[in-house]
């Protein structure tokens, strides 16, 4: 079992930054693929960015277009740590941030590829 717990999200304006942290315990080190999902009120989860991880190979991260540019996902396996960096957010960004963990490589966006989830943390940007 992974289990994964997110920093507080919050409240900001429109081209502000926020940084999400999520922190994996127990099994961490089955983890190879962790991700972040959004869900805002009435629409379906849906991917935002994801972070791959083989010891014999390299990181590999993957971003949905409507963030690429603007939020950057890195992990710091010392410390079972996974950050999403948000820059220039925007209202549409408003919505339940869900961390992700799991023990396989697929298709990163889609979340049936996860098994473990965080409780999820609101970030809210006005605008």
């Known amino acids: 079992q992974v289990q994964l717990v997110e920093s507080r999200g919050g409240l900001v304006q429109a081209g502000d930054s926020l940084r999400l942290t999520c922190e994996a315990s127990?099994?961490?080190?089955?983890?190879?693929?962790m991700g972040w999902f959004r869900q805002a009120p009435g629409k379906e989860r849906e991917f935002v960015a994801a972070?791959?991880?083989?010891?014999?190979?390299?990181?590999?991260?993957y971003y949905a277009d409507s963030v690429k540019g603007r939020f950057t996902i890195s992990r710091d396996n010392a410390k079972n740590t996974v950050y999403l960096q948000m820059n220039s957010l925007k209202p549409e960004d408003t919505a339940a941030y869900y961390c992700?963990?799991?023990?396989?490589?697929?298709?990163?966006?889609?979340?049936?590829?996860?098994?473990?989830w965080g409780q999820g943390t609101q970030v809210t940007v006005s605008s």
């Open positions: 992700a963990a799991a023990s396989r490589l697929g298709r990163v966006t889609t979340p049936t590829l996860y098994s473990y």
């Open positions: 972070i791959t991880w083989n010891p014999a190979i390299t990181w590999g991260t």
């Open positions: 127990g099994r961490t080190f089955s983890t190879t693929t």
